[in-house]
């Protein structure tokens, strides 16, 4: 009896010290929150986000991050098959968050009206929110089409959520070639001076940065041209600083659809920039199937994370599913690589990050950074046996606008691959989405280079609708795989694929 007791204690000592520890481990995994991207993001209350063209402010230990809902965005939110071209202004909403991952609905800080009054506007869009301590007011900036005019709007709070009041229009900004803004984002400094980023509002060829009014930031003042760009408008302008280095960011002029996302440089804000370059990592699948929308600088107490936030318009564009996808930054001296990540693991409090658990490592895998009818498709590889590429993107997949086909018109062999490196070695499995006439000598959807056996599934025989095919218990021990999908085949013989993932156990 007194072994047991001994035995019963023993067991409660272990019991208290394991608890002890579970909870020492979820108090720190508790501070690190998961975020994950390809989905339509909901708030604490399970509804869905509804914030493009936004701005993140911090106030103390709260983020707020202000952004549109527009009329397309709930239609699409609800049937996510075909792009729409609503852009009714329907609010400006209001969301909190501690940890920048759980993101709880505050307010609709401006709601828009359908009487002729001035928020029946015909565009809102391109916000950010600043706090001027000399009028404890918050001041919001948007750019503005409607009743009271066009140009850049002000509206003001006495509270980050609070309703915004409007103030005025501001149509013209000194030193601007033309009226209005074609892009544009709020960039706070680390002194707190406030500074409005913004393309011209035709061609948007030229980049400006222009200073808030001190007394009470109700004014854009005079603007400083600091880059051109010869090769076509730069769009989708937003603005970041680290290490004392200044980056101004901006896409492509592809109007709702993806980009790669072009970069600048200075250590003044108002210049010399430095020449411009596309950002690394943006190339493969046009920065995650986004454009550039707001940057958020994570400061904790182990480092600094920048959190490049892209916009995916969906809703306009028909590109996929989410409307916001947030990636980190790494940078290599003061050349910054985006991480174009799936999912990952974000630590506000400490300024850190890490790759998640479900992260797909696969590029491009829907398809839908093209934007038009292509051969060769970002992040992928093609190679075929006759003159005309069997391989291009197609309308109709799985999810978004596009998927690829493999067809000719004669017999042909073709594959379309893509090879995945810098992976951590482990357990993977491969999925896709796939349709197929049958027929074929072989369709295959394969993995191999991983360090192990070619992996096949094969796909020639019919499938007449979408159908998901797992390939399993793909042990990596090089650091690296390639995936793809391989045919030969008669004469008007196809396959479809769409949304691959290529996932760690």
């Given at each position: 009896?007194?072994?047991q007791v001994?035995l019963?204690?023993?067991?409660q000592?272990f019991l208290?010290l394991f608890?002890?520890?579970?909870?020492?481990?979820?108090?720190a995994s508790?501070?690190?929150?998961?975020?994950t991207?390809?989905?339509f993001?909901k708030?604490?209350?399970?509804?869905?986000?509804y914030?493009q063209g936004?701005?993140?402010?911090k106030?103390?230990?709260?983020?707020?991050?202000y952004g549109?809902?527009?009329g397309?965005a709930v239609?699409?939110?609800?049937?996510?098959?075909?792009k729409?071209?609503?852009?009714?202004?329907?609010?400006v909403?209001?969301?909190?968050?501690?940890?920048l991952?759980?993101?709880t609905f505050?307010?609709n800080v401006?709601?828009g009206?359908?009487?002729g009054s001035?928020w029946?506007?015909?565009?809102?869009g391109?916000?950010g929110?600043?706090?001027?301590?000399?009028?404890?007011?918050?001041?919001l900036?948007t750019q503005?089409?409607?009743?009271?005019?066009s140009?850049v709007?002000?509206a003001?709070?006495s509270t980050?959520?609070?309703?915004?009041?409007?103030?005025?229009?501001?149509?013209?900004i000194t030193?601007?070639?033309?009226?209005g803004?074609?892009?544009?984002?709020i960039?706070i400094?680390?002194?707190?001076?406030?500074?409005?980023v913004?393309s011209?509002a035709?061609?948007?060829?030229?980049?400006?940065v222009?200073?808030?009014?001190?007394s009470?930031?109700?004014?854009?003042e005079p603007a400083t041209?600091?880059?051109n760009?010869?090769?076509?408008g730069?769009?989708?302008?937003?603005?970041?600083?680290y290490?004392g280095?200044y980056?101004?960011?901006?896409s492509d002029?592809?109007?709702?659809?993806?980009s790669?996302a072009?970069?600048?440089?200075?250590t003044?804000i108002?210049?010399?920039?430095s020449?411009?370059?596309?950002?690394?990592n943006?190339?493969a699948?046009?920065?995650h199937?986004t454009?550039t929308?707001?940057?958020v600088?994570v400061?904790?107490?182990s480092?600094?994370t920048?959190l490049?936030?892209g916009?995916?318009?969906s809703?306009?564009?028909?590109?996929?599913?989410?409307?916001n996808?947030?990636?980190?930054i790494?940078?290599s001296g003061?050349?910054?690589?985006?991480?174009?990540?799936?999912q990952?693991?974000?630590?506000?409090?400490?300024g850190?990050?890490?790759?998640?658990?479900g992260?797909?490592?696969a590029?491009?895998?829907?398809?839908?950074?093209d934007?038009?009818?292509?051969?060769?498709?970002?992040g992928?590889?093609?190679?075929k046996?006759?003159?005309?590429?069997?391989?291009?993107n197609?309308?109709?997949?799985?999810?978004g606008?596009?998927?690829l086909q493999?067809k000719?018109s004669?017999?042909?062999?073709?594959s379309?691959?893509?090879?995945?490196t810098?992976l951590?070695n482990?357990t993977?499995?491969?999925?896709?989405w796939?349709q197929?006439?049958g027929?074929?000598?072989?369709?295959?959807?394969y993995?191999?280079?991983?360090?192990?056996?070619?992996k096949?599934y094969?796909?020639?025989?019919?499938?007449g609708?979408?159908?998901q095919?797992?390939i399993?218990?793909?042990s990596?021990?090089?650091g690296?795989a390639?995936?793809?999908v391989?045919?030969?085949?008669?004469?008007?013989?196809?396959?479809?694929?769409?949304?691959?993932t290529?996932i760690k156990?």
């Open positions: 009896m007194r072994n001994k019963f204690t023993l067991l000592c208290l608890t002890a520890a579970f909870s020492l481990g979820a108090t508790a501070s690190s929150q998961t975020l991207n390809d989905v993001w708030d604490t209350s399970n509804n869905p986000i914030s936004g701005h993140v402010l106030v103390g230990s709260t983020y707020y991050w549109v809902k527009y397309g239609t699409y939110y609800n049937n996510p098959t075909a729409n071209s609503d852009t009714s202004f329907s609010a909403t209001c969301y909190s968050s501690t940890d991952v759980h993101w505050q307010n401006i709601t009206a359908t009487n001035t029946d506007a015909d565009w809102v391109r916000l929110v600043v706090y001027n301590s000399t009028t404890q007011k918050y001041v900036l503005y089409a409607g009743p009271a005019g140009g709007a002000f003001t709070s980050p959520t609070g309703t915004f009041t409007f103030d005025h229009v501001q149509a013209n030193n601007v070639v033309t009226a803004t074609g892009d544009q984002t960039f400094d680390t002194d707190g001076k406030p500074y409005l913004f011209n035709q061609g948007r060829s030229h980049l400006y222009a200073p808030l009014r001190t009470d930031y109700l004014n854009i041209n600091v880059f760009s010869s090769l076509g730069r769009e989708g302008n937003a603005m970041f600083k290490n280095v980056y101004l960011a901006s002029l592809h109007g709702w659809n993806a790669h072009y970069y600048i440089t200075a003044n108002l210049g010399p920039y020449s411009e370059a596309v950002m690394n943006t190339d699948d046009f920065s199937v454009q929308g707001l940057f600088s400061q904790g107490t480092g600094t920048i490049f936030g916009d995916r318009w809703d306009f564009a028909g590109n996929g599913i989410g409307y996808q947030w990636m980190p790494s940078f003061t050349t910054p690589t985006l991480n174009s990540l799936s990952f693991n974000l630590d506000a409090a400490a850190t990050w890490t790759v998640g658990s992260n797909n490592y590029r491009n895998p829907s398809y839908e950074a934007r038009v009818s292509q051969i060769v498709l970002a992928w590889t093609n190679w046996n006759v003159t005309t590429d069997p391989n291009s197609i309308a109709g997949g799985h999810t606008r596009w998927a493999q000719s004669a017999a042909y062999s073709a379309s691959y893509q090879t995945l810098n951590p482990g993977y499995t491969l999925k896709a796939v197929s006439s027929g074929q000598t072989t369709a295959q959807i993995v191999k280079n991983y360090g192990g056996t070619e096949d094969a796909i020639n025989t019919a499938i609708s979408w159908t095919i797992t399993s218990n793909i990596v021990t090089n690296s390639q995936i793809g391989y045919s030969v085949a008669n004469a008007n013989n196809w396959v479809k694929v769409d949304d691959w290529f156990n």
